[in-house]
């Protein structure tokens, strides 16, 4: 593959990837409900461990920058299987977001269309909380960001920088004026984190947030793409550090608009009833656009790290051939972007079975925030036990990339167990329903089973080099490199 991109286009990949406009639309409301008035302390706590990891991802991506990045980090330095399974719920984990963001997409259309006064079409009453209407448009949009991805990297960087600049412009602006027309009373208890109603909000709250910043390390699967493996490290930091900032500016804001019944109430169209309590049409409308524009680019922005991961497991024999077919003309795994695509959109026609958009977006991200901890901590571990000798070496640089990280798995660890834990106790039957604790478990716990099903298949039947150490690095850099 080409080596295509600069700091600026990794920072955009991995600001799009983790979508900061639409975690602040539609995921603020959902942790209003669970952590109450403590939006700003719960993002601060949470970005702590995320941090902490990224630190380990940045130092592995500059000794061995690959395209199958944690899958292959994690499989050298701990186990195969373990690597296998990092890359498995990864690429799940992503597909399963395309497949809901795709109808957050449709939702965010919607919304538009109707503040244009549009509330019909061929007689068919357009509703943004209705799962198929959403799914139906979303899946539209779904496939035109594929064909851009096919494009080439450089050209989906580009677009993505355009529209990072609007939505930021738009966030900064509303929220900006927020924090001083707001009406409800300013206080510090909002970013004390020992004021979280229990230690199941907190978990709870902990893995939502997690889930905001979750994509920055999709800048680490182009890493064979960019010009200099630091580029793609600088490109992660950077979008992580302004994340964190504009979740704590628009949580604080939301909260000085917005009483926190309106705040939990309003779900998945929460920065809609924001934008519309601070200015009338059109100007209401700028918030919806970013949002529109932001689900847009994190489904272009997921397609193409999943596809890379895919390309490299395919490349180890771990998956099959058809996952490393590059285009003739762009030099991108063209086949593996439209097949990642086709399975997202048949996910998506699947999750219909939930009738509503914030139920939905409820059951996905708690499923996903689960599975993300558990291969951030495995990737943590991974820097960990990989850089241990600079310990004796280099005590300061091992505060960085094996301490660091060591203890942001810890606790990524505890508090995606103990909400795991919560899940399977908080029922006692199945009911295929977004608020039932079982059916929100069975979703990791089938990314993780199927993932054990599909190394054991690529260890025995397709007998992977990668299982027995016969895999060479793709680019290895001297340590003192990084």
Same mark, same amino acid.
């Given at each position: 593959?080409?080596?295509?991109?600069?700091?600026?286009?990794?920072?955009?990949?991995?600001?799009?990837?983790?979508?900061?406009?639409?975690?602040?639309?539609?995921?603020?409301?959902?942790?209003?409900?669970?952590?109450?008035?403590?939006?700003?302390?719960?993002?601060?706590?949470?970005?702590?461990?995320?941090? !902490?990891?990224?630190?380990?991802?940045?130092?592995?991506?500059?000794? !061995?920058?690959?395209?199958?990045?944690?899958?292959?980090?994690?499989?050298?330095?701990?186990?195969?299987?373990?690597?296998?399974?990092?890359?498995?719920?990864? *690429?799940? #984990?992503?597909?399963?977001?395309?497949?809901?963001?795709?109808?957050?997409?449709?939702?965010?259309?919607?919304?538009?269309?109707?503040?244009?006064?549009?509330?019909?079409?061929?007689?068919?009453?357009?509703?943004?909380?209705?799962?198929?209407?959403?799914?139906?448009?979303?899946?539209? @949009?779904?496939?035109?960001?594929?064909?851009?991805? @096919?494009?080439?990297?450089?050209?989906?960087?580009?677009?993505?920088?355009?529209?990072?600049?609007?939505?930021? !412009?738009?966030?900064?602006?509303?929220?900006?004026?927020?924090?001083?027309?707001?009406?409800?009373?300013?206080?510090?208890?909002?970013?004390?984190?020992?004021?979280?109603?229990?230690?199941?909000?907190?978990?709870?709250?902990?893995?939502?947030?997690?889930?905001?910043?979750? #994509?920055?390390?999709?800048?680490?699967?182009?890493?064979?793409?960019?010009?200099?493996?630091?580029?793609?490290?600088?490109?992660?930091?950077?979008?992580?550090?302004?994340?964190?900032?504009?979740?704590?500016?628009?949580?604080?804001?939301?909260?000085?608009?917005?009483?926190?019944?309106?705040?939990?109430?309003?779900?998945?169209?929460?920065?809609?009833?924001?934008?519309?309590?601070?200015?009338?049409?059109?100007?209401?409308?700028?918030?919806? *656009?970013?949002?529109?524009?932001?689900?847009?680019?994190?489904?272009?922005?997921?397609?193409? +790290?999943?596809?890379? #991961?895919?390309?490299?497991?395919?490349?180890?024999?771990?998956?099959?051939?058809?996952?490393?077919?590059?285009? +003739?003309?762009?030099?991108?795994?063209?086949?593996?972007?439209?097949?990642?695509?086709?399975?997202?959109?048949?996910?998506?026609?699947?999750?219909?079975?939930?009738?509503?958009?914030?139920?939905?977006?409820?059951?996905? &991200?708690?499923?996903?925030?689960? &599975?993300? !901890?558990?291969?951030?901590?495995?990737?943590?571990?991974?820097?960990?036990?990989?850089?241990?000798?600079?310990?004796?070496?280099?005590?300061?640089?091992?505060?960085?990339?094996? &301490?660091?990280?060591?203890?942001?798995?810890?606790?990524?660890?505890?508090?995606?167990?103990?909400?795991?834990?919560?899940?399977?106790?908080?029922?006692?039957?199945?009911?295929?329903?977004?608020?039932?604790?079982?059916?929100?478990?069975?979703? +990791?716990?089938?990314?993780?089973?199927?993932?054990?099903?599909?190394?054991?298949?690529?260890?025995?039947?397709?007998?992977?080099?990668?299982?027995?150490?016969? *895999?060479?690095?793709?680019?290895?850099?001297?340590?003192?490199?990084?």
């Amino acid at each position: 593959m080409r080596r295509s991109l600069g700091v600026g286009g990794a920072m955009a990949l991995a600001a799009s990837s983790t979508a900061a406009t639409s975690s602040i639309g539609i995921g603020l409301g959902l942790m209003a409900g669970v952590v109450g008035l403590h939006l700003p302390a719960i993002m601060l706590l949470a970005f702590l461990p995320v941090l !902490a990891i990224a630190g380990g991802y940045g130092r592995l991506n500059r000794v !061995a920058p690959d395209a199958g990045s944690s899958y292959r980090w994690v499989g050298a330095a701990l186990n195969p299987w373990l690597g296998f399974l990092t890359g498995w719920v990864n *690429i799940l #984990g992503t597909v399963v977001f395309m497949a809901y963001t795709t109808t957050v997409t449709g939702s965010a259309v919607i919304q538009l269309l109707a503040a244009a006064t549009v509330h019909r079409i061929a007689g068919l009453s357009l509703s943004p909380d209705s799962t198929l209407q959403c799914t139906c448009i979303g899946m539209v @949009v779904l496939i035109a960001s594929a064909l851009v991805a @096919v494009r080439g990297l450089d050209l989906a960087a580009r677009l993505q920088k355009y529209l990072l600049v609007f939505e930021y !412009a738009v966030l900064l602006g509303f929220c900006g004026y927020g924090l001083f027309a707001g009406t409800q009373p300013f206080s510090l208890d909002w970013f004390d984190p020992f004021g979280i109603p229990s230690f199941h909000a907190l978990a709870q709250g902990m893995v939502l947030a997690v889930f905001c910043y979750w #994509g920055f390390e999709s800048v680490f699967s182009v890493g064979e793409e960019v010009h200099d493996p630091r580029d793609a490290s600088r490109g992660g930091f950077i979008a992580l550090t302004v994340m964190m900032l504009l979740f704590v500016l628009a949580g604080t804001a939301f909260q000085r608009v917005l009483p926190i019944d309106e705040l939990v109430g309003n779900g998945a169209q929460g920065l809609t009833y924001f934008g519309n309590r601070l200015a009338h049409q059109p100007l209401a409308a700028l918030p919806l *656009i970013a949002l529109t524009f932001s689900a847009a680019a994190s489904l272009q922005a997921s397609v193409v +790290p999943t596809a890379r #991961g895919m390309f490299a497991m395919g490349r180890d024999g771990t998956l099959g051939p058809v996952w490393t077919r590059l285009h +003739p003309r762009h030099q991108t795994p063209a086949a593996g972007t439209l097949l990642v695509t086709a399975v997202a959109v048949g996910l998506a026609l699947l999750s219909l079975v939930i009738p509503t958009v914030s139920s939905l977006i409820s059951a996905a &991200v708690n499923a996903i925030g689960i &599975v993300v !901890a558990l291969y951030y901590a495995l990737t943590a571990v991974a820097a960990a036990v990989r850089f241990r000798h600079l310990l004796r070496t280099s005590p300061v640089e091992a505060l960085r990339v094996v &301490v660091a990280p060591l203890l942001g798995a810890v606790t990524l660890l505890a508090v995606g167990g103990y909400l795991a834990w919560s899940f399977y106790a908080s029922a006692d039957h199945f009911e295929l329903t977004a608020d039932n604790g079982w059916f929100e478990l069975l979703v +990791p716990v089938l990314m993780v089973g199927s993932g054990l099903l599909a190394a054991a298949w690529a260890r025995w039947h397709r007998r992977s080099p990668y299982f027995t150490g016969g *895999i060479e690095p793709v680019a290895e850099a001297p340590v003192g490199a990084a």
